[in-house]
C-alpha cells in the first residue's frame, strides 16, 4: 500500500505541473524532477524487498545485485544534486527576486538537470565497476533489504580499502557540500525573510519550509551512514535509515509539497473540477 501510494502521489504532481499552466515555471520543473527521481528510486528497491518479505528471503546473481546497486546509487547521488539545485533556485527567487527570471532561465533549468542526472550515473558507474571486480565467495547472505554498497563489500574476500576510500572521498562532493551549499542558501533565505514584511515573509518561508524539511531529514540519514561507522547493535538503525531514505522520502516529499504548497492545492482542485 506504500509502494502503491507512493507512485501515485508522485505521478500526481507530475500530471498536476504538466497540464496547469500557472505551475509552468523552475520551480516545479524541478519539483517534477525530484518526483521523478522518487518514483524510480522506490521502484528499484521496493519490489524485489516485497518479494523478499513474502517469500522469507529470496536470492538473484551477483549481476542483478550490482545492477540494483548501480540504479540506486545514481538515483540517490542525482537526488542530492537536484536538492542542491532546488535551493539555489529558491534563493534566487527570494533574495533575487528582479532578476530571478534572466539568472533561472530555461535553458540554465535544463542544464542543471541534465548535469545532475548525468553526474549522478558518472559517479555510480565507477563504484559499480570497483564492485565487480572483488571477489566473493560462493554463498552469499546480504544482512539488508537490498544491494546496498557496506554489506555488499562484506561480503567480499577482497581488500575493500580502496572502494571505502573512495566513498569517503565521493560523499564530500555528493553529500557534503551539497548540504553545505543547501544551508548557505537557506542561511540568506532566512535572512531576507527576516527583513520582509511579517504576511510576505511568512508566505515565503511556507514555500520553503516543506523542502528544507525534506533536506535536513534525507541528507541526516545519508551522513549517518555513508560517514558514520557502524557496527554491531547500529546495523539496525542502518537498515531504519536505509527504509526511510528509500521508501519514507519518496513517500512523504508528494504529500509535503502539496500540503504546504497552496498552487499544488488550486491546481489539485482545479484539476479534478
Known amino acids: 500500500m506504500i509502494y502503491i501510494t507512493t507512485i501515485c502521489g508522485n505521478l500526481l504532481v507530475i500530471i498536476l505541473v504538466i497540464f496547469t499552466k500557472n505551475l509552468h515555471c523552475p520551480m516545479y520543473f524541478f519539483l517534477t524532477q525530484l518526483t521523478a527521481l522518487d518514483i524510480l528510486l522506490t521502484s528499484d528497491i521496493v519490489p524485489y524487498m516485497l518479494h523478499g518479505v513474502l517469500n522469507n528471503g529470496s536470492s538473484l546473481l551477483l549481476?542483478?545485485?550490482?545492477?540494483?546497486?548501480?540504479?540506486?546509487?545514481?538515483?540517490?547521488?542525482?537526488?542530492?544534486?537536484?536538492?542542491?539545485?532546488?535551493?539555489?533556485?529558491?534563493?534566487?527567487?527570494?533574495?533575487?527576486?528582479?532578476?530571478?527570471?534572466?539568472?533561472?532561465?530555461?535553458?540554465?533549468?535544463?542544464?542543471?538537470?541534465?548535469a545532475a542526472w548525468l553526474f549522478g550515473f558518472i559517479i555510480i558507474s565507477v563504484q559499480t565497476i570497483n564492485l565487480s571486480q572483488l571477489q566473493f565467495p560462493k554463498s552469499n547472505i546480504i544482512d539488508h533489504f537490498f544491494c546496498e554498497l557496506d554489506p555488499i563489500m562484506q561480503l567480499s574476500t577482497s581488500n575493500t580499502l580502496y572502494i571505502e576510500t573512495l566513498k569517503i572521498n565521493l560523499c564530500v562532493p555528493v553529500v557534503l557540500l551539497p548540504f553545505l551549499i543547501i544551508v548557505v542558501s537557506y542561511g540568506y533565505i532566512v535572512h531576507a525573510i527576516l527583513r520582509m514584511q511579517s504576511a510576505v515573509g511568512q508566505k515565503a518561508f511556507t514555500t520553503c519550509g516543506s523542502h528544507l524539511m525534506v533536506v535536513f531529514v534525507f541528507f541526516g540519514t545519508l551522513i549517518f551512514i555513508y560517514l558514520i561507522s557502524v557496527n554491531g547493535n547500529a546495523v539496525i538503525a542502518r537498515k531504519l535509515c536505509s527504509l526511510f531514505y528509500t521508501m519514507g522520502t519518496p513517500l512523504i516529499n508528494p504529500i509535503i509539497y502539496s500540503l504546504r504548497n497552496t498552487d499544488i492545492r488550486k491546481a489539485f482542485v482545479a484539476f479534478w473540477k
Request: proline share 4%; charged share 10%.
Open 63 to 114: 549481476s542483478e545485485c550490482l545492477i540494483q546497486f548501480f540504479f540506486f546509487g545514481s538515483f540517490e547521488t542525482s537526488e542530492c544534486l537536484l536538492l542542491t539545485v532546488m535551493s539555489y533556485d529558491r534563493y534566487l527567487a527570494i533574495c533575487h527576486p528582479l532578476h530571478y527570471s534572466s539568472k533561472m532561465s530555461p535553458m540554465l533549468c535544463s542544464t542543471f538537470v541534465v
